[in-house]
């Protein structure tokens, strides 16, 4: 399995890992799942639909992170890519915390895969 970064997503990392060091080696283990099952897993995941492209692309919904320490999901991060099932090419598209946004950027998604 191929997998890419956007730079939006790259952005998004180094913020995030400011304030979650561990966050870069929980991404690490997400990744490992995706080469394993990269469709989507309700409730954990879901394909995001009406964006007008022909990309599947998934929302990850529940990510925990080491720096949650015992906290749970429901602090987590919420991670958005497209699957290549074809290419066998994953690219991460955004990753948030939950807290600070409410719904992907549709806007991203849908400039980089029309």
Do not use: Q, W
Not at 17 to 30: C, I, Q
Not at 45 to 62: A, E, M
């Amino acid at each position: 399995m191929n997998v890419k970064k956007l730079e939006e997503y790259k952005k998004d990392l180094k913020k995030l890992s400011k304030k979650y060091r561990t966050l870069a080696e929980d991404m690490e283990v997400v990744k490992k799942v995706l080469f394993v099952n990269p469709k989507d897993r309700p409730p954990f995941s879901f394909r995001i639909d009406n964006l007008g492209i022909d990309t599947c692309v998934i929302k990850v919904k529940k990510i925990a992170s080491k720096s949650f320490k015992g906290k749970g999901v429901n602090l987590g991060f919420r991670l958005i890519y497209a699957h290549f099932e074809k290419e066998n090419k994953i690219i991460l598209i955004e990753l948030y915390h939950k807290s600070k946004k409410v719904i992907e950027d549709k806007e991203r998604i849908i400039s980089n895969f029309k």
